[in-house]
């Protein structure tokens, strides 16, 4: 079944993969004019009609895959999350079933810098965060998220209290995505010492319910 986000009379659909490389070209240079146009103008400003000069398209070729601009929204939020998310697990081969404050601190410093590193990243959380319609995209995310992580410490300990695990790191996941927006949105704060307080709050967290 197909989900569609309401936003303002307007419908959100998720984008049709094209059947030919020729879409999917059309669709990455749509993405990527449009995160440039991100970083130049901020979200208010953002257009379809910007889109399409940047990107060289007419309209009927960027409606062809999305609707209106919080279609390409979303196509860059989930773009986004999945190279967070990815960089994230990356990181989780090697650390026990309780991580230290130091790997929850360098996990979070992980997710900063692939963010920052996106071309319009932090104008991409902006959105997302301000767009309640594209809220979804964030939830499934730290869902997805949560999940590899419980399921993480309850194959290391079977006989875990599975609910206390799930909450505590949706938590964690919650906080620390708070976390790095606070730093987006903040560029004078220390990033090092914030991240690491953040890890030693988040570690006595998880550190209260290791002996379940």
Known sequence: ????????????????RPRQQRGEDTIDRILEASAELLE???????????ICKK???TPPALYRYFPNKYAVLKALGERL???QNDALYDTLDGIGVLPTAENIADQLRGQYNVTMAQKGGPWIMR???????????????HSEMVKRFVDLRVNEIPEADVQKIERQYQIIVET?????????????????????DTGFMLFALLESGSSI
């Open 40 to 50: 130049e103008l901020g979200f208010d400003r953002l257009n379809t009609n910007l």
């Open 81 to 83: 999350m999945r190279i």
């Open 176 to 196: 620390g995505y708070a976390v790095l927006e606070m730093l987006i949105d903040n560029p004078d704060m220390d990033i090092d010492a914030t991240l690491k």
């Open 127 to 141: 959105a997302l965060h301000a767009t309640p319609q594209l809220a979804n995209v964030r939830r499934s995310s």
């Open 55 to 57: 990107a060289g398209l």
């Open 1 to 16: 079944m197909t989900t569609k986000v309401n936003i303002s009379g307007k419908t959100v659909e998720p984008r049709r």
